[in-house]
């Protein structure tokens, strides 16, 4: 496809439980961004790849979140024993560079912990 | 950490009308940029701005980055109905070449 894709779009978990979010960068991107949008808010920088260097990870809220990015392309942002708190709007971008300017955001995937 | 205010929250205007919003933080950033997101998208970026007191214009939307670095606008001239969205600001502090702070958004509906 052309541009970043993301699933599921929709995710309605119950606390406790275990959820992993995806994220399919556009082909020959070597940065990736996971961000997370709650209701009413910006969006809050979670964790940054860029390609095979370690990962930024200094926007994860606590050690129940994790991501990681395989073979330089996909990626899964995965949450541990979820929490309401965790209910957001999970956005995933991609760049070809370093530069913050060329993020192309995917459309989110939209979690909801019961 | 750095932190942008942007203001308004939300907008109610009549197609036609211009419309102003601004941002501003409590520490200098190097690129301020403009960003609107429809319902269930993510945000598109419509203006970056790469240096102090830097005028753009995309069409009908212009934005300028503050000479104290500190601040931005975007104004939107001549509003229409498909401008309705959530306009957010972002910007990229010193000693990062990526990470972005954003705003909080300002929620613009235009009324036909």
């Known amino acids: 496809g052309a541009g970043v894709s993301q699933s599921p779009s929709n995710k309605v978990t119950e606390k406790g439980k275990d959820v992993e979010l995806r994220c399919d960068p556009i082909?020959?991107?070597?940065?990736l961004y996971w961000y997370r949008q709650s209701l009413g808010q910006g969006l809050e920088f979670l964790i940054y790849f860029q390609g095979n260097s370690a990962p930024d990870k200094s926007g994860l809220p606590s050690d129940r979140f994790s991501a990681e990015r395989t073979g330089g392309s996909v990626s899964t942002l995965t949450i541990q024993r979820t929490q309401q708190e965790d209910s957001a709007v999970y956005l995933c971008?991609?760049?070809?560079?370093?530069?913050?300017?060329?993020?192309?955001f995917g459309p989110g995937t939209r979690l909801t912990v019961l | 950490g750095q932190q942008l205010n942007q203001s308004p929250q939300s907008m109610f205007i009549q197609e036609g009308e211009d419309v102003s919003m601004n941002c501003t933080s409590s520490?200098?950033?190097?690129?301020w940029l403009w960003y609107k997101q429809d319902p269930g998208e993510g945000p598109v970026l419509l203006i970056a701005l790469y240096k102090a007191g830097e005028l753009t214009s995309n069409g009908r939307l212009t934005a300028q980055f503050g000479i104290t670095r500190k601040d931005s606008f975007l104004n939107i001239s001549a509003s229409i109905p498909s401008d309705v969205g959530i306009y957010f600001c972002?910007?990229?502090?010193?000693?990062?070449?990526?990470?972005?702070?954003f705003g909080k958004g300002t929620l613009l509906t235009v009324n036909p």
């Open positions: 972002a910007g990229q502090g010193q000693g990062s070449n990526y990470k972005l702070t």
């Open positions: 971008a991609s760049s070809p560079a370093r530069g913050g300017d060329t993020q192309y």
């Open positions: 520490s200098i950033f190097n690129t």
């Open positions: 082909s020959g991107h070597t940065a």
